[in-house]
C-alpha cells in the first residue's frame, strides 16, 4: 500500500494518516497534520443543526408531498433516470450571468433585459423540481436546502423586479446584482448538499470504479 499522506476528518479538522485511500479535498495540505474546513463549509455546517426554520420547513415539506405522485416523478426525473434540478438551473444561471456581461456593453440592453426574462420563466420549472427533490431529504439536508431555497427565491424576485424596471425605461443592473450574488451563495450551498453531503447521488456497486 502506497504511503501517500492522505486525509481524514476528525472533528472538524482533516487529519493526514498514510493508511487510508485520499479524499481528493483540494484544500487539504499534505505537509500539515491537522487541516481546519474552509469557512465556508463550517457556516454551512452550521444551518444543518439550526433547528429555527423546522416548521416552516414541515409545512413546506407537507405541500409538495401533497402534489400527485405522477407530477412528483415527472418533476424529479424519474424518467431521465437521474434528478432534474441540476440540468434545469442551467438555462436561468446562464441567461442571468449573460445578461450581466451586456449590461457592461453599450447599446445591448435590449438583449439583457430579453435574457432577464428568459432566466425568470426558465427558474420556475428548475424551482419546481428543487422543492421535490428537497422535500426526500433528511431533516440536516433540508435545513441547508431551505436556505439554499431562499437565496435563489430572493434572486428569482430582484431579477423580476430588475425586468419590470428594464421595461419601464428605468435601469435594472443593481437588482441584477443583487440578484446574481445570491444565486452564487445559493450555488455554493447546493455543491455543498450534493458534493459534501451526498444529495441526490446514487450509490452503484455494479458500475466500475
Same mark, same amino acid.
Given at each position: 500500500?502506497?504511503?501517500? +499522506? !492522505? ?11 498514510p493508511?487510508t ?12 497534520s491537522? #487541516? ?9 455546517? /452550521? ?8 416548521g416552516?420547513?414541515?409545512a413546506?415539506?407537507? %405541500? ?7 407530477? /412528483? ?11 432534474l ?5 442551467l438555462? +436561468?444561471?446562464?441567461?442571468w ?5 451586456l449590461?457592461? #456593453? ?20 428548475a ?10 431529504? /433528511? ?7 431551505? !436556505? ?6 430572493a ?31 445559493g ?9 459534501? %453531503?451526498?444529495?441526490? !447521488? ?8
Amino acid at each position: 500500500m502506497s504511503n501517500r +499522506p !492522505v486525509r481524514v476528518r476528525t472533528a472538524g479538522a482533516v487529519t493526514s494518516t498514510p493508511e487510508t485511500p485520499a479524499s481528493g479535498e483540494p484544500w487539504a495540505d499534505p505537509g500539515r497534520s491537522a #487541516v481546519p474546513e474552509p469557512l465556508p463549509y463550517r457556516l454551512t455546517a /452550521r444551518i444543518e443543526t439550526w433547528p429555527a426554520l423546522d416548521g416552516a420547513l414541515d409545512a413546506v415539506s407537507e %405541500r409538495v408531498r401533497a402534489v400527485p405522485k405522477a407530477l /412528483r416523478d415527472a418533476l424529479h426525473g424519474k424518467q431521465a433516470g437521474h434528478p432534474l434540478h441540476p440540468v434545469a438551473v442551467l438555462l +436561468p444561471t446562464g441567461a442571468w450571468m449573460s445578461a450581466s456581461v451586456l449590461d457592461a #456593453v453599450p447599446g445591448t440592453g435590449r438583449a439583457a433585459r430579453t435574457l432577464v426574462g428568459v432566466g425568470v420563466l426558465a427558474a420556475l420549472p428548475a424551482v419546481a423540481a428543487g422543492l421535490v427533490d428537497w422535500s426526500m431529504q /433528511r431533516r440536516d439536508q433540508q435545513r441547508v436546502g431551505g !436556505v439554499h431555497a431562499m437565496a435563489n427565491t430572493a434572486a428569482l424576485a430582484l431579477y423580476s423586479l430588475s425586468w419590470l424596471r428594464r421595461r419601464r425605461g428605468a435601469s435594472g443592473v443593481l437588482p441584477a446584482l443583487l440578484g446574481l450574488g445570491l444565486i452564487s451563495a445559493g450555488g455554493y450551498l447546493g455543491g455543498h448538499m450534493t458534493y459534501r %453531503r451526498g444529495v441526490g !447521488v446514487e450509490s452503484r456497486p455494479d458500475l466500475p470504479a
